[in-house]
């Protein structure tokens, strides 16, 4: 009998090839360090929270779903990136700390087969997603008031595993620019943690319920064995029972 | 800083979620058409959770088809498909897959 689990590549070999090579990427790490420059760094929670109204075409998040306009070559996507700005905050970006959201859309393109349609990625069973721009506007509640902007940069579902069958992980770049009088910008980067399920023995079980996110930097917070963080109850969309990306980004200037 | 900005709120509806497991095929099509249908009928927005799905073939893709032009006609209505391969691998065949939104979770 056919086995209807589909992805059939271990996942504990995704995983520590993988760690092999986002291990070598110095600007990937966010973890604790000295303070030096202006920089902020913060974890997001992506949301589906602002699917409703703009679900179609746009999708629920560049992360969770999307739709796909026939012949485009692209997914069109939509999110909501919720958290909090404060770690390893150093010089002028210090007073950036406290909660902060972002609304973002993202185009990304897909790899196609020789007919231009859409190829499957056999590790995921979903459309193997490359790059593509992001833009969208954040707004962070700090301590002396509200500060707006807006950021521009690429999203990147390949970057961080280059050669690998699937990635867990997907990297944003960009810069970001501030409105109002104190004009101010900068650039950032990120990684996002998408969540994957998987059975006892650390392979791939759509269904399985055990949820992990594959965090080789350390940054996310939870119950953790070696680079796996198993999700609990708070990483679950509250309305929809739905595993939540995480995102973390840190602001340079 | 705008000061004297008001707050501001949305009405979140729940997003429903339906699993299905085994074939979506002929024998199986009569009983998936009620299943989406009863749960459309419910639920302007459905996660429809695809992973457990051993086969898919053209009655199993109309009926999803159906049940997301249910969904279309309700304000807000959103139907996401959580698809394993065999489902992406039949919806990419079938040239539909750019009707759905897919979830990649």
Known sequence: MKSHRGPTISWKRLVVATALVVGVMPAANVAAQECSGNTITGVLTETMESAPAHAAPGGTGPLAAGSYPPGQGVRLAQATEKGTLGINACGTLTSFAGPITVHAQSTISYTTDGNGDPLINPATGLVDLTSGPINGAFKINTATGNVSGTLDGTLDFKALCPGAPACPLVSASGTWTTKGQNKTSGTFSGVAFVPFEIDQSGNPSAGSGVWVYFDPFGVLPGPRMGPLVFLTDADFNQQHGTPEAKFVITLVQ | ?105
Request: no cysteine.
């Open chain 2, 1 to 105: 800083m705008n000061a004297m900005a008001g707050p501001q709120a949305e009405t979140l509806e729940t997003l429903g979620r339906l699993r299905l497991h085994g074939p979506l095929t002929a024998g199986t099509s009569r009983r998936v058409r009620q299943l989406l249908g009863d749960h459309v009928d419910h639920q302007a927005r459905l996660l429809v959770d695809l992973q457990a799905v051993t086969a898919l073939d053209a009655t199993g893709v109309a009926a999803l088809l159906q049940a997301q032009r249910a969904v279309g006609r309700r304000e807000h209505g959103l139907l996401v498909l959580r698809p394993n391969r065999i489902v992406s691998d039949a919806l990419k065949h079938s040239r539909t897959i750019s009707a759905f939104v897919l979830w990649n979770g």
